[in-house]
């Protein structure tokens, strides 16, 4: 759904720590290995294991964790030959592999490792993730519920991948229950229904998250954000006039948040109300003077009022803040062709073009 796209921006800081390798950095290539202390023995490089000793566990996990996973499983392949394999071997070799986004072979190392320690929270956690990210939540959920805490290794919080899994099986209850963990709220409280309904309209289940939005003001009225949740819901079904009724509760509540106003006036530009709608973003832009979207919106409201001059000031600023944005480059195209400045016209639209072309999603093969 088209619509969603600045709510799915809102919380995809959210969702790409799950879409992301567990790793703490990357190293440049060609960058010198790390050097480590070996237990009992002179300081070595590691990843250069002398012929005919054994790797260094915690060394291994280091070069994974720099993300040298492919030099880490080389390090392990004579151990993982042996049978059984030591123990934590397979669980770094899982580690590795899913990094390289294997997740086939990962999820048979981890799947290795439970067999040895059915008591491995992170291979538990891990496989959990795993079979997440190959499309089979349902079997993540038990690995996930038996191990849903923290550990001191852990790099994305199993509850709310959990939540995600409860999603994907359509159990929004256990999913609501799962957010509340992950921040704290009780699960049947206001705040663990409107996180829910935030969740549910990122993944575009619009009539649940509508349900549950509702439920989160009949247990509090006052709930900061609720209203604008629900506006965001209308706007994604094009009720346009039920969105504004919503903003408004909202900025009546919370009269200082910038993006409240914001909102308002991508509103009121859909329903062709520049005036109210330019009022709204100048308003957000006093609040919120470091976020683009204002800016683009006004450029955009601005040329529906004739203006283009002060369309371009507003755009202009937008493209400074950040030049990746193919929609402030599109407007900006307009802007000058308005103003007669055909070259810087083609140059915009190019850019647009070439920036939007980029940044869709490639079909890739499924093997």
Known sequence: MRRLSKLALFLSIVAVAVLSPPVLCAQSPGQPAPVSQLPDGPTKTAGATPAGSSPNLTQVRVMIDRGRSADALKELGPLSAQQPAPAGVNRLRGLALYSLNQFVDADAAFASALKQDPHDEESAQLRGLTLFRLGRPADAIPLLESAHSWTSDTKVDPSYVLGLCYLDTRNYDSARRAFA???????????????????????????????????????????????????????????????IAEFE???????????????????????????????????????????????????????????????????????????????????????????????????????????????????????
């Open 181 to 243: 963990t992950q921040y704290g709220f009780p699960p049947d409280s206001a705040p663990a229904y409107l996180l829910a309904a935030r969740m549910l309209l990122r993944r575009e289940y619009v009539p649940v998250a509508q349900q549950f939005a509702t439920k989160a003001l009949e247990l509090d009225s006052q709930l900061p954000l609720a209203h604008a949740l629900l506006g965001e819901i209308a706007l994604a079904g094009e009720h346009i006039d039920e969105a």
């Open 249 to 367: 509760k909202e900025r009546l509540r919370n009269p200082l948040n910038g993006s409240i106003y914001d909102r308002l006036g991508d509103a009121y530009t859909r329903a062709g109300d520049y005036t109210k709608a330019q009022q709204s973003l100048q308003r957000a832009l006093l609040l919120e003077p470091n976020s683009t979207g204002p800016y683009i919106l006004l450029g955009k409201v601005l040329l529906k009022r004739q203006d283009p001059a002060n369309a371009m000031m507003y755009l202009e600023r937008a493209e400074k803040m950040d030049p990746s944005n193919y929609m402030t480059h599109n407007l900006l195209g307009q802007a000058y062709r308005a103003l007669g400045r055909a070259e810087d016209a083609s140059r915009e639209t190019q850019l647009s073009q070439k920036i939007q072309a980029a940044s869709e999603p490639k079909l890739e093969s499924i093997h």
